[in-house]
């Protein structure tokens, strides 16, 4: 069964009534330690992490963070252990409490709001996916599904109702009164997904729900997430530390380090123009070919440039456009809003696509 999103009574409404981002941050701070409301605006917060503990015993877990997901957005937030990536996304629900700053979700700024109004929005709202599915042993798998329904004070009937599509959606049709232990892993995790959609969330949000899966399982999961995307439009933060699972799942992504935030953009622009040393030894190994787009290998049109090439967008990648360009024999014309904007000739495909091939032997 597919439900598109209008299907979904909800969808989308508080983003279209609010006009604005679904999720905006503003200097968002957490310190832990005993100390921690006298460091903000003072001259410590510039320290650096280890610095700052060294000095005040105080932990900056997430430092001054600010950045905007759009309606319907895949925003994926990574870094490697420590980074504050998990801390940020506790933030950005209010499981845990800012030490600064504001999280407005869908134009509701939900830093301020009183804990009644808070559980409310939650329950309403937003909905999260965890690495430890979380299931209720003891409830069959519909009824897991429908357990945010139950807690918001729905009928029993709507709420099955709403339970079996999402059962559908997720392709867990026929073990509807199975229970968690009766299922492997990844059917676990679809149990959480569909649980999760099920409240029908302006913003769903993910914190590393797969990294304790098999390689296999992973993988299917991901793509799993790129079709409820697909079919559903919902707004997803999801936090990682896996770059491949960022880059497959992600409109865009921002990069942590020690709790700050180091890049933020698409993958493409992650790629092509890495914003230091750090980044760039993050995206050393990434399949170029498979990333970056015409835009970031086109020239400028030369006067004797040919204008008999193939026409393409400049947000192809690379490696798809390949073939038709290396067998025209006239450079691509890379065309947007209708003008000519570059010219991309078979040495600029050739040089993502062959020092991407010798990268591989080497590896090898």
């Known amino acids: 069964m597919t439900i598109q999103t209008t299907d979904l009574p909800n969808a989308g409404s508080l ?6 981002p679904a999720l905006k941050v503003e200097g968002l701070w957490k310190i832990f330690g005993a100390k921690a409301d006298k460091v903000i605006g003072t001259g410590d917060q510039a320290l650096s992490r280890k610095d700052l503990q060294a000095k005040t ?42 030490t600064a700053g504001s999280v407005v979700i869908n134009g509701e700024e939900i830093t301020s709001v009183p804990a009644g109004k808070l559980r409310d929005l939650r329950r309403r709202h937003m909905a999260m ?40 959606l997720v392709g867990l049709t026929g073990y509807e ?44 999961m991901q793509d799993e ?21 960022a880059i497959k799942l992600g409109d865009r992504i921002l990069i942590m380090r020690d709790g700050e935030m180091v890049q933020c953009g698409t993958a493409a622009e992650i790629v092509a123009h890495p914003a230091d040393d750090y980044v760039r030894d993050f995206v050393s190994e990434v399949p170029k ?52 904007i570059g010219i991309v000739d078979d040495e600029a495909i050739l040089r993502v696509v062959v020092a991407e091939e010798d990268s591989a032997e080497g590896e090898s």
């Not at 790129?226 to 997803?236: C, D, F, N, S, Y």
């Open 177 to 220: 009164n199975s229970f968690p232990d009766q299922l492997s892993g990844g059917m676990q995790q679809r149990v959480g997904l569909a649980r999760a959609l099920a409240v029908d969330p302006q913003v769903l949000f993910f914190d590393e729900p797969f990294s304790a899966l098999d390689p296999l399982i992973r993988r299917d």
């Open 57 to 98: 015993g105080c932990v900056a877990a997430v430092k001054d963070i600010s950045f905007e997901v759009q309606p319907g957005e895949v925003f994926v937030i990574m870094g490697l252990s420590g980074s504050g990536k998990s801390t940020l996304v506790r933030l950005l629900n209010r499981l845990i409490e800012p």
């Open 289 to 340: 070919g498979h990333v970056l787009t015409l835009r970031y290998v086109m020239r400028p049109v030369r006067p004797e440039d040919s204008l008999d090439g193939p026409v393409m967008d400049p947000d192809t990648i690379v490696r798809k456009a390949a073939r038709a360009a290396l067998a025209s024999a006239h450079p691509v014309r890379v065309v947007e809003n209708g003008q000519v």
């Open 15 to 20: 983003a279209a009534d609010s006009g604005g």
């Open 225 to 245: 997430v790129v079709r409820l995307h697909h079919e559903v439009g919902k707004t997803m933060v999801f936090i990682t530390h896996d770059l491949a699972e």
């Open 129 to 168: 996916v965890f690495q430890h599915f979380g299931l209720l042993p003891h409830r069959k798998v519909i009824d897991n599904i429908a357990y945010g329904l139950e807690v918001r004070g729905e009928g029993k009937a709507a709420r099955r109702q709403r339970a079996q599509e999402m059962v559908d």
